[in-house]
């Protein structure tokens, strides 16, 4: 057993140790920074206060109203080209580098297709219909 060394914390385990120690910071830092705000802020509720607060419109009517889904359809379709977009400006800079041409192209053809097929699905389920 003389000649086999010892295991230390920068072996295997030593990565997993900093990212363990940076996790436990942030959770105390999380901790520290509610608490502090907790004890320093000022705390005057009125009935005012505690009313439900809607873009400035004091509420109306009941607690409870419905909005159509379609909406929310139409803003997750925005996102999704949204991100598209944001995919597509670092692929025209790459393309345009020497050797990753040919290989690029074909890895954005099948990103697009993907997105392809997505609009084709929402168009024949009639989801981009904004009438009835």
Not at 36 to 44: F, S
Not at 74 to 93: M, Q, R
Request: net charge neutral; charged share 10%; glycine share 10%.
């Amino acid at each position: 057993m003389e000649g086999t060394p010892m295991p230390t914390a920068h072996g295997y385990f030593g990565g997993y140790a900093v990212v363990g120690l940076l996790a436990v910071l942030g959770a105390v830092f999380l901790a520290v920074a509610f608490g502090a705000n907790r004890l320093l802020r000022p705390y005057a509720p009125t009935q005012e206060k505690l009313l439900a607060y809607e873009c400035g419109v004091d509420p109306v009517g009941e607690q409870w109203a419905q909005t159509q889904v379609r909406y929310y359809v139409y803003a997750f379709l925005y996102v999704i080209f949204a991100v598209d977009s944001i995919y597509l400006f670092p692929w025209a800079t790459v393309f345009a580098a020497p050797g990753y041409g040919a290989t690029t192209l074909v890895e954005m053809f099948v990103f697009i297709g993907f997105l392809a097929v997505g609009l084709l699905y929402a168009w024949k389920k009639g989801v981009l219909r904004w009438t009835d």
